[in-house]
C-alpha cells in the first residue's frame, strides 16, 4: 500500500501555507491530519469551511459525536484528538471514556451519542428507538440535520486517517 508521509508548508499550495500559518498561530501546530488535507489544493480551505460552520449543537455535544462516531469507525488519531479536545469542553475523563462506550450518565446526552453510534454503524439507517430518544429528549429536527453533518464531518477524517495511518501527533487514546 502506498505510504503517506506529511506535507510540510513548503509542499502544500501557497493558499495551504496561509492555512498552515494561521493553524500554527491558533493552535500552536499544524495538526498532521490537517496536513495530509493540504495534498488537495483545495481540500483543506473547503474542509475548515465545513467543519467550523454554524451548527445547533453545542461544542460539547460536537465533541461527543466526534468521539463516538471516531470510536465506531475505529480511528486511533480522532480518538486521540477528540480525548484531548473533550477535556477541553469540560468532559472528565470518566465520562469521555462513557462516550467512546457509547453511552453517558446525562440523559440527553446519552440520546444524542446512541443515535450518533447507530447512524455510524448502520450507514444513516438508525433505529426508530434511538430517533425516538433523540426527539423525546428535546433535540428538534434541525438538531438532527446538524448532528448528521457532524457526523459526516468526522467520518471523513475518520476515513483520511484510516486509510493513511499518518502519525497521531496527540498522546494516544488508550484501547478499550
Known amino acids: 500500500m502506498t505510504t503517506f508521509t506529511v506535507p510540510t508548508r513548503e509542499q502544500v499550495a501557497t493558499t495551504n501555507q496561509v492555512i498552515f500559518d494561521n493553524l500554527q498561530k491558533a493552535l500552536g501546530f499544524v495538526p498532521n491530519l490537517y496536513a495530509t488535507i ?23 455535544e460536537k465533541e461527543a459525536v466526534n468521539l463516538i462516531v471516531s470510536q465506531v469507525n ?16 469540560g468532559f472528565s475523563y470518566a465520562q469521555l471514556l462513557d462516550i467512546r462506550k457509547g453511552k453517558s450518565e446525562d440523559t440527553k446526552l446519552n440520546a444524542l451519542v446512541s443515535l450518533a453510534a447507530d447512524i455510524t454503524k448502520n450507514r444513516g439507517n438508525a433505529s426508530a428507538e434511538h430517533v425516538d430518544l433523540f426527539f423525546a429528549q428535546g433535540y428538534s429536527k434541525e438538531n438532527l440535520v446538524d448532528l448528521i453533518l457532524q457526523v459526516s464531518d468526522k467520518t471523513a477524517m475518520n476515513y483520511l486517517h484510516n486509510l493513511t495511518q499518518v502519525p497521531i501527533d496527540f498522546p494516544i487514546a488508550p484501547a478499550l
Open 38 to 60: 493540504a495534498y488537495s489544493d483545495n481540500g483543506l480551505a473547503r474542509f475548515l469551511a465545513y467543519q467550523n460552520a454554524k451548527t445547533s449543537l453545542s461544542n460539547k
Open 74 to 89: 475505529r480511528c486511533a488519531y480522532c480518538q486521540s484528538a477528540h480525548l484531548v479536545l473533550g477535556k477541553m469542553n
